[in-house]
């Protein structure tokens, strides 16, 4: 690279922004792969880009920024913990975001904070699809949209209720406790088994075919007790985690 081409770029990259200075965190995903909930984030990068008056700092530089401060931003209790902390990226807002893959959907809780620690929400929904679609473009807009116009028209003081916590942990309750069902039938299953008593009448072929029926009745309670229990308690640590992130 020549020295002009050099001076040229080191000119560019120093250029202030014009406009309110955004950045967006990289999102933390629950139940989400890395690279959906990437393309997710990329989707609201995209989105915060066409809002009017957001110059949206880029994320190699929100990367750098954060691993400097230890790699992710620190737990806050009050809004002048956050609003040292948009102060702190240098920052007029930072919009943060959880990317969700519970109960087959897919979804974005996201969340906006301005510099004096205030908050607003808002959850994006999206297609089943991997790729991403029109229609999430347009939630995306819509979302950011009515974040950025609430926190510029008024203060927001009120949080909205915590919804998608509350559900995901009283769905987590459900589901563990429907897997404990499912593990004391398979228990039970595998009790008789063992004994030599699984109902079953007759002899020779016909009863080892229903000794391998109640076998295989048994191994599949089994197997659901196991994935319901996992799902049981993955979401009720996802909305743990959402509703101490939510914490004012």
Same mark, same amino acid.
């Given at each position: 690279?020549s020295?002009?081409a050099?001076?040229?770029?080191?000119?560019?990259?120093?250029?202030?922004?014009?406009?309110?200075?955004?950045?967006?965190? =990289?999102?933390?995903?629950?139940?989400?792969?890395?690279?959906?909930?990437?393309?997710? *984030? &990329?989707l609201?990068r995209?989105?915060?880009?066409?809002?009017?008056?957001?110059?949206? *700092?880029?994320?190699?530089?929100t990367?750098?920024?954060?691993?400097?401060?230890?790699?992710?931003?620190a737990?806050?209790?009050?809004?002048?913990?956050?609003?040292a902390?948009v102060? %702190?990226?240098?920052?007029?807002?930072?919009?943060?975001?959880?990317?969700?893959?519970?109960?087959?959907?897919?979804?974005?809780?996201l969340?906006?904070? &301005?510099?004096?620690?205030?908050?607003?929400?808002?959850?994006?929904?999206?297609?089943?699809?991997? %790729?991403?679609?029109g =229609? &999430?473009?347009?939630r995306?807009?819509?979302?950011?949209?009515?974040?950025?116009?609430?926190?510029?028209g008024?203060?927001? &003081?009120?949080?909205? %209720?915590?919804? @998608? =916590?509350?559900?995901?942990?009283a769905?987590?309750?459900?589901?563990?406790?429907?897997?404990?069902?499912?593990?004391? %039938?398979?228990?039970?299953?595998q009790?008789? @088994?063992?004994?030599?008593?699984?109902?079953?009448?007759?002899?020779?072929?016909?009863?080892?075919?229903?000794?391998?029926a109640?076998?295989?009745?048994?191994?599949?309670?089994?197997?659901?007790?196991?994935?319901?229990?996992?799902?049981?308690?993955?979401?009720?640590?996802?909305?743990?985690?959402?509703?101490?992130?939510?914490? =004012?």
């Amino acid at each position: 690279m020549s020295l002009v081409a050099l001076a040229l770029a080191l000119t560019l990259a120093q250029t202030p922004c014009r406009g309110e200075r955004v950045v967006l965190v =990289p999102f933390q995903p629950v139940a989400l792969s890395t690279a959906e909930a990437r393309r997710a *984030e &990329d989707l609201v990068r995209r989105a915060v880009e066409a809002l009017p008056g957001a110059c949206l *700092e880029s994320r190699a530089d929100t990367v750098a920024r954060m691993k400097a401060r230890g790699g992710r931003l620190a737990s806050c209790s009050d809004a002048a913990c956050r609003g040292a902390q948009v102060l %702190a990226l240098g920052a007029q807002r930072l919009v943060r975001g959880v990317a969700l893959g519970v109960g087959g959907t897919r979804s974005v809780a996201l969340t906006l904070v &301005d510099r004096e620690g205030l908050e607003s929400h808002a959850t994006l929904e999206l297609s089943p699809a991997e %790729a991403v679609s029109g =229609p &999430d473009e347009t939630r995306a807009r819509e979302a950011l949209g009515s974040l950025w116009a609430a926190r510029t028209g008024r203060r927001v &003081d009120e949080r909205p %209720a915590r919804v @998608l =916590p509350t559900v995901m942990v009283a769905a987590g309750g459900v589901a563990l406790a429907v897997g404990v069902g499912f593990g004391l %039938a398979a228990r039970q299953s595998q009790k008789t @088994l063992s004994t030599g008593g699984a109902d079953c009448g007759g002899e020779g072929q016909a009863f080892r075919e229903c000794f391998a029926a109640r076998l295989r009745e048994g191994r599949s309670r089994a197997t659901t007790a196991n994935v319901l229990l996992g799902t049981g308690a993955l979401l009720g640590a996802g909305g743990t985690v959402l509703f101490l992130w939510e914490l =004012p």
